[in-house]
């Protein structure tokens, strides 16, 4: 998390000039980079349906705030409603298209993932980001969200007493610091090959401890039938 928070608000090069950004929480970037509102580099942003929508066996995901993890769609648990209902009783706001950024705006909030082009639709408590993409590549808005300073601000900023929620209007007016595009791409391909890495690391440690459990459990199998001589252990 910090690596991603250093890259989306310091850039890659270590030895760049920087510059204030304007905003106290978000300190200094890179003095190429822009400070602008969220919603300067969107097309859309909107949430998902309030109206019933019928419950299917099979048929298009519908998605809720529980269905969004931290970088990921969650199809698990997810409920399915009718091919009919998902093409006749909701609009394009509830229909996310491949690339579009999904974020929980109610419940556990600011979990950020992309659609990945599956037929899904969104309830309420998923606002829907779509940007402009010649303003903004995908990979570095999803990690921009999800890093910690910005993930701290939006909660900051979320309303409500008893239950919280990050209001989208709120949401589009907050500043951010961007790059040009090519250097979000690097940026994004940095944190990728990062991730990676981490990913088979994680996957290694994983092993090492499964095994060492199964050893653990054959030795003291081994003990209490005798095959192992304890009495001077």
């Known amino acids: 998390m910090a690596l991603i928070t250093h890259a989306v608000t310091k850039g890659l090069d270590p030895n760049v000039t920087m510059k204030d950004s304007g905003a106290k929480w978000l300190g200094i970037i890179p003095m190429s980079w822009q400070v602008v509102p969220l919603n300067q580099c969107l097309s859309t942003y909107t949430y998902g349906f309030t109206n019933p929508m019928p419950v299917a066996e099979q048929g298009p995901y519908m998605l809720t705030a529980l269905d969004i993890g931290d970088g990921n769609l969650l199809y698990e648990n997810a409920r399915h409603t009718t091919i009919e209902a998902y093409e006749g009783l909701l609009t394009d706001k509830s229909r996310p298209r491949e690339g579009d950024i999904l974020l929980t705006k109610d419940g556990t909030l600011g979990r950020v993932a992309v659609a990945d082009g599956s037929q899904v639709c969104i309830n309420q408590s998923i606002a829907l980001l779509r940007f402009n993409p010649s303003l903004i590549d995908t990979g570095f808005i999803q990690y921009l ?58 996957a290694r440690v994983a092993e090492a401890v499964a095994f060492l459990r199964e050893y653990r459990t054959a030795l003291i199998l081994a003990a209490v039938r005798g095959k192992i001589d304890v009495r001077n252990a």
């Open 145 to 202: 969200l999800r890093s910690a300073i910005y993930q701290n601000r939006m909660i900051l900023e979320a309303g409500g007493t008893a239950i919280k929620h990050i209001y989208i209007s709120r949401l589009a007016k907050m500043p951010i610091g961007l790059p040009s595009l090519t250097e979000q791409r690097h940026i994004a391909r940095h944190i990728n090959s990062f991730a990676a890495k981490i990913s088979i690391l994680t």
